[in-house]
């Protein structure tokens, strides 16, 4: 082997923690270009808001395994600190079996939804911070638990957000995300419709070999989840609108609802772009940083 070929065999399973930051945002980058460069796509000022409330959910809900793993984590007499609240789901179940609760959410949308919630089951040990992060500064308070749950896929600041979120945590983080970024689900349709094979986001993988080139030592556990799947093939072109950057009754919705009819797959349940199942990861590591 000659030097120049065990230099990139190095730099591809051996990547320092300049190089891991770099490949993410050049991904994270090329991902982003790629959508802005639709000319006929929506444009929300707050990208959640017309979707925020499919994220409210019952706190007290029993049916959701990804909810029941999480709660085993939770200790009593521990805060937690979510980097991305959204509207709650995972925010206020964990407020009611632990000591406080920290929200971390920069939509505005989805912090009304996450607020009306909490009033609605009379949860008030829920702290709520309108922040985008990473931030040069935040008001938010260092917590026992730091977690985050399917968020980071898109941060192209992916190091100094990291850093934050440790700095903001005592004992443990905690990120709860797929094997592939959930993008990747309606993946096959982007070729049919904007004329090039799609740029998919970082994942679990991605987020590893970060963890490990940033001198962390994460901990892996989870489980595989079914794949998506909609009652119909016309749901499922409704609902691939916005992971597609789609408008409706526009050229490139008739060509999104040929390439749904085209590549949908029944499943038993329903329709779906794929026939692999998901796994979710719970991974966890010791933070490294001061507040």
């Not at 891991?20 to 929506?42: M, S, T």
């Not at 939509?107 to 939804?113: E, F, K, L, T, Y």
């Not at 922040?131 to 730091?146: I, N, Q």
């Not at 940033?214 to 992971?243: C, K, N, T």
Request: negative net charge; proline residues 9%.
């Amino acid at each position: 082997m000659t030097s120049i070929a065990l230099d990139i065999a190095e730099q591809t399973l051996r990547p320092d923690a300049a190089r891991a930051l770099a490949a993410w945002r050049a991904i994270v980058e090329a991902e982003r270009d790629q959508v802005e460069r639709l000319p006929n796509r929506p444009r929300p000022e707050d990208f959640y808001a017309p979707i925020a409330e499919a994220f409210r959910a019952d706190p007290h809900r029993t049916d959701e395994p990804t909810l029941t793993r999480l709660l085993d984590l939770v200790r009593p007499d521990e805060t937690w600190l979510d980097l991305g609240a959204g509207g709650g789901r995972y925010t206020l179940p964990i407020a009611l079996k632990a000591r406080h609760a920290y929200a971390i959410e920069p939509s505005a949308g989805m912090r009304q939804v996450l607020t009306d919630s909490a009033r609605e089951h009379g949860i008030e040990n829920v702290d709520i911070y309108g922040e985008r992060w990473p931030s040069p500064v935040s008001d938010a308070p260092v917590a026992d638990v730091g977690y985050l749950s399917q968020v980071g896929y898109d941060i192209a600041d992916i190091g100094p957000f990291l850093d934050q979120l440790e700095a903001h945590t005592r004992r443990v983080c905690i990120d709860v995300l797929f094997d592939r970024a959930p993008i990747s689900d309606f993946a096959p349709l982007w070729e049919p419709v904007h004329g090039e094979p799609r740029v998919l986001l970082p994942g679990l993988a991605e987020l590893i070999a970060l963890l490990y080139a940033r001198g962390r030592l994460p901990r892996i556990d989870g489980f595989m989840m079914p794949r998506r799947r909609f009652e119909s093939v016309e749901a499922l072109h409704e609902a691939s609108r916005r992971p597609l950057w789609v408008l409706p009754n526009t050229p490139e919705d008739e060509r999104l609802g040929r390439a749904v009819r085209d590549l949908a797959v029944k499943h038993e349940g329903g329709f779906a772009l794929s026939t692999r199942d998901r796994f979710v990861a719970f991974v966890s590591w010791e933070p490294r940083g001061e507040a």
